[in-house]
């Protein structure tokens, strides 16, 4: 199976912060790799897919990139909306694993 | 509005089982694959299942395997997880989800809680 790594599992940061979030998976996985924001009782939001296309909707503060085995999630700005709990996630295989999370709170 | 709305959780004892349905509206039910997604309590994000359009086979997790089924009714836009012989390590909010060109998972439903104890 392939484990998909976070780092860090939490970080805090600034309103107006540059912040980055780094996942790594334990074999190749070309670009296959999706980004979730999640929100305590809310539903899970995606953000990226195939590493670093936007999806609709979303502020062109994210961004993505990588490939292969190593990947990070940007946000160029934080904002108060933004402290939530960041989620990568393989689709190079249907186990479709999710990384373990990365909580940004706010410093 | 694309939509999909859970329901079916409750608590349960270990052992028992449990049907969860997701009814979907805003798209072509047919042309999308369907995933279950779940949170565990304190823990991150586990696939379940998917149920892709035109085929009846489900494809599972490993550790539902044998003891989840995955079904969709297109008359009704809406897809089943019948969930048997529930363990304690079930427990969790269970998320439907539409799949995205089989690359991701672009709109989810609020979530249903399943409590097995």
């Known amino acids: 199976d392939i484990q998909m790594t976070q780092s860090p599992s939490s970080l805090s940061a600034s309103v107006g912060d540059r912040v980055t979030i780094t996942c790594r998976a334990s074999?190749?996985?070309?670009?296959?790799l999706n980004w979730y924001q999640h929100k305590p009782g809310r539903a899970p939001r995606l953000l990226i897919h195939?590493?670093?296309r936007l999806q609709s909707g979303v502020p062109s503060r994210f961004s993505g990139s990588g490939s292969g085995t190593d990947f990070i999630l940007t946000i160029s700005s934080l904002q108060p909306e933004d402290f939530a709990t960041y989620y990568c996630?393989?689709?190079?295989?249907?186990?479709?694993?999710f990384g373990q999370g990365t909580k940004l709170e706010i410093k | 509005q694309v939509q999909l709305v859970e329901s079916g959780g409750g608590a349960v004892k270990p052992g028992r089982s449990l049907r969860l349905s997701c009814v979907v509206s805003?798209?072509?039910?047919?042309?999308?694959?369907i995933h279950w997604v779940r949170q565990t309590p304190g823990k991150g994000l586990e696939w379940v299942a998917v149920?892709?359009?035109?085929?009846?086979?489900?494809y599972y997790a490993d550790s539902v395997k044998g003891r989840f089924t995955i079904s969709r009714e297109n008359s009704k836009n809406t897809v089943y997880l019948q969930m048997n012989s529930l363990r304690a390590e079930d427990t969790a909010i269970y998320y439907c989800?539409?799949?995205?060109?089989?690359?991701?998972?672009?709109?989810w439903g609020q979530g249903t809680m399943v409590t097995v104890s």
């Open positions: 989800v539409r799949d995205l060109a089989r690359e991701a998972f672009d709109i």
């Open positions: 805003g798209f072509t039910f047919n042309s999308h694959g």
């Open positions: 149920t892709w359009p035109g085929t009846s086979t489900g």
């Open positions: 074999q190749s996985i070309s670009d296959l």
């Open positions: 195939g590493a670093s």
């Open positions: 996630q393989q689709s190079f295989n249907t186990r479709y694993t």
